[in-house]
């Protein structure tokens, strides 16, 4: 069983469509994340929900709205895509915010063309 | 967070002992040291955190110096399986986000 999935593992959209990037976590940790990793593999957060609640939203373009309906999902929906949203979007689980081990899953790439 | 500065890339034989060494200069006190690493392809992956005190886990063990600016992660054995992308990270633990600079590319050969 894949502890933290995420669907699709490949995207390739036009400019200014809307799409949207599933994941799941069977662990049943409390906190989930997004993460963004750029095509020099910086990685940075993005989101980070505890409880459905959102608890870390790092200055991110408003184009992007996670939504969490439990807390074993998070979702990540893009509207007006842009091709510098081309990246490897990673969804990633941790028992608490404060927990030092997070599991990531196998990320998304997207591509903007 | 304080920065870490991390050789490029490196180079291990296969079955002997990898040495990653880590600087981080700025540390302040309730920072921890974490490292992670990332196969091609895959998510990261964590692998061990440490304070003060050295630590050992199934994977690897991680020697903090004792003024800790600087760290060293060993992977005792190396397998050609551990060849990846190895992030240093340090921050508080109560601000758990993470982030990775270029890391260093190990690769293990047969």
């Known amino acids: 069983d894949t502890a933290v999935s995420q669907t699709p593992k490949y995207l390739v959209t036009q400019m200014g469509n809307d799409k949207s990037i599933k994941c799941e976590q069977n662990l049943g940790h409390d906190t989930m994340y997004w993460y963004k990793q750029d095509s020099k593999k910086f990685l940075k957060i993005m989101f980070s929900?505890?409880?459905?609640?959102?608890?870390i939203n790092e200055t991110v373009p408003n184009r992007f709205s996670p939504k969490s309906p439990d807390k074993a999902h998070l979702n990540l929906h893009i509207n007006s895509l842009e091709l510098g949203d081309s990246a490897v979007y990673f969804c990633a689980s941790s028992q608490t915010p404060q927990t030092v081990e997070a599991f990531f899953g196998q990320g998304t790439r997207l591509t903007v063309v | 967070d304080a920065k870490t500065t991390q050789p490029p890339s490196m180079d291990c034989a296969e079955g002997r002992a990898a040495n990653l060494p880590c600087n981080h200069s700025t540390i302040s006190g309730n920072e921890y040291v974490y490292w992670y690493r990332q196969i091609h392809s895959q998510g990261p992956q964590y692998i061990i955190h440490g304070l003060k005190n050295n630590e050992t886990n199934e994977m690897a063990s991680l020697i903090i110096t004792e003024d800790r600016k600087s760290s060293t992660l060993i992977l005792p054995h190396a397998t050609l399986r551990d060849t990846a992308v190895y992030y240093c990270i340090v921050l508080k633990s109560a601000d758990y986000k993470l982030s990775f600079g270029a890391g260093t590319t190990v690769t293990v050969r047969a």
């Open positions: 929900y505890n409880n459905k609640e959102l608890i």
